[in-house]
Nanobody, 126 residues
């Protein structure tokens, strides 16, 4: 089992940027895809982005494509989500998660991911 801890959330004005981090510990010796999801109040948890272990496969939700960048540093067991040009509709709790599946349009459901972090709040003011 992999334990995940997110950080880097906060309050930012529209148009601003934030970088989220996801630190992994535990059974990190096995290769895994790292994904980011978000959940706004009263709404379901939605896929944001995912990156394969090697970093060669990346997949984004259409809503963040061109604004968010996912990356990872396996030596540090840490994943990142750089969020630029933030909008009020990006406001949500952001979660990182791991999966044994490659990123893609058919593997971006909550059920495709096993370990989850506790989430970090991102609030974008207008």
């Amino acid at each position: 089992q992999v334990q995940l801890v997110e950080s880097g959330g906060g309050l930012v004005q529209a148009g601003g940027s934030l970088r989220l981090s996801c630190a992994a510990s535990g059974r990190t010796s096995s290769a895994y895809t790292m994904g980011w999801f978000r959940q706004a109040p009263g709404k379901e948890r939605l896929f944001v982005a995912a990156i394969s272990w090697s970093g060669t496969m990346i997949y984004y939700a259409n809503s963040v494509k061109g604004r968010f960048t996912i990356s990872r540093d396996n030596a540090k067991n840490t994943g990142y989500l750089q969020m630029n040009s933030l909008k009020p509709e990006d406001t949500a709790v952001y979660y990182c998660a791991t999966s044994s599946k490659d990123p893609g349009p058919c593997t971006n459901s909550r059920g495709d991911y096993g370990s989850w972090g506790q989430g970090t709040q991102v609030t974008v003011s207008s």
